[in-house]
């Protein structure tokens, strides 16, 4: 009986060598890549989903995620090597194409079409309108950046001159200007979540305005890399945008609750009774593509956008700085 009891631990000990082993030796299989992200903002859902699921180390990817807080950080991490592929507003990779970089940045997949900021004011204002802010202290974004220009676009389209008929305050970085607001700075503040939700939770903000919804559909974060990393390694872009149009897929056949369970670990700051709000907030404004396809429709809005805010002098061709071919062939293979 001894006998037969120490054969038998002999085989499990072998079996879970052997299991160790091959576990190892799979996770030494997956590629390495680092993706260099704008923000973490519950605004790219789909993204932590994919992470969350599985769905890179499914395709053979061991991603690594930073945070490069703003776009041009994000670039720079991106043309510096320092990340292989980026997150961030496609308006980035036409800047610096304009700028003349030689192994300039190309984007190859689109995930949201909508604006992800909101107007956030001191006290709630249930018959909102965009009149509302003139003459008034708005702490807004980056020059140049996705959020302000967006918020310039939606002024214009209200008749509203940026420059002289309120006061936007554009020197706060990144990322503090809630802060600033919470601190007593500014009459309004433009944020994306969670942070809009968190004034609102602090009783310092409330969400009056929806610049997703009011701009209509627009370009707004893209995937890139440097053209020299998409002709050398088009077999992991192919898995990293398979992997996302999985993502892609799950936000937009489960509803809110599920979401934030499966994303409610990259956002330990938040309780999920506000990670189920925010999402629900951009899902019923139709923040998320079903396919990551960036059209030339919205890469032409785009570049109109950049020309509205005195970004942009002539057009980029839209062949030079999109390809379509990864994101369409994991929307065939996933569907």
């Known amino acids: 009986m001894k006998k037969t009891f120490g054969i038998s631990l002999l085989a499990l000990t072998l079996l879970f060598s052997h299991c160790t082993a091959l576990a190892a030796e799979s996770e030494e299989d997956l590629i390495p890549v680092t993706l260099n992200e704008v923000a973490h903002s519950i605004f790219y859902a789909p993204q932590?989903?994919?992470?969350?699921?599985?769905?890179?180390?499914?395709?053979?990817i061991d991603l690594e995620l930073v945070t490069g807080y703003g776009a041009d950080k994000t670039m720079t991490a991106v043309l510096s090597g320092n990340a292989d592929i980026g997150f961030m507003g496609a308006e980035t990779s036409i800047y610096a194409y304009s700028q003349g970089?030689?192994?300039?940045?190309?984007?190859?997949?689109?995930?949201?079409?909508?604006?992800?900021?909101?107007?956030?004011?001191?006290?709630?204002?249930?018959?909102?309108e965009w009149s509302d802010l003139k003459g008034k202290e708005v702490l807004g974004g980056r020059k140049g950046g996705m959020p302000e220009m967006v918020f310039e676009y939606i002024l214009k389209n209200h008749g509203i001159d940026p420059s002289s008929d309120l006061s936007i305050d554009q020197s706060i970085d990144f990322g503090s200007t809630a802060a600033a607001f919470s601190g007593g700075k500014g009459d309004f503040t433009v944020e994306f979540e969670p942070a809009a939700t968190a004034l609102e939770q602090e009783g310092v903000g409330y969400v009056v305005a929806s610049c997703g919804v009011e701009s209509g559909y627009v370009p707004y974060t893209a995937y890139s890399a440097k053209s020299s990393y998409l002709e050398s390694h088009?077999?992991?872009?192919q898995k990293f945008t398979n992997a996302l149009q999985r993502g892609m897929d799950y936000v937009n056949t489960h509803t809110a609750e599920e979401i934030a369970e499966v994303i409610q670990r990259q956002f330990p700051e938040n309780d999920l009774e506000?990670?189920?709000?925010?999402?629900?907030?951009?899902?019923?404004?139709?923040?998320?593509?079903?396919?990551?396809?960036?059209?030339?429709?919205?890469?032409?809005?785009?570049?109109?956008?950049?020309?509205?805010?005195?970004?942009?002098?002539?057009?980029?061709?839209?062949?030079?700085l999109v390809n379509v071919t990864f994101a369409q062939t994991a929307k065939d293979l996933v569907k």
């Open 48 to 60: 932590y989903a994919a992470i969350e699921l599985g769905y890179f180390e499914e395709e053979g």
């Open 234 to 237: 088009p077999q992991i872009i």
């Open 101 to 128: 970089a030689n192994d300039y940045v190309v984007n190859f997949a689109q995930l949201t079409q909508r604006a992800g900021n909101f107007i956030v004011a001191r006290e709630e204002m249930p018959d909102f």
């Open 274 to 320: 506000t990670i189920v709000t925010i999402v629900k907030r951009y899902k019923d404004q139709d923040t998320w593509k079903e396919d990551l396809i960036f059209e030339e429709e919205s890469f032409l809005l785009l570049e109109e956008i950049l020309k509205s805010a005195g970004e942009l002098d002539s057009e980029v061709d839209y062949a030079s």
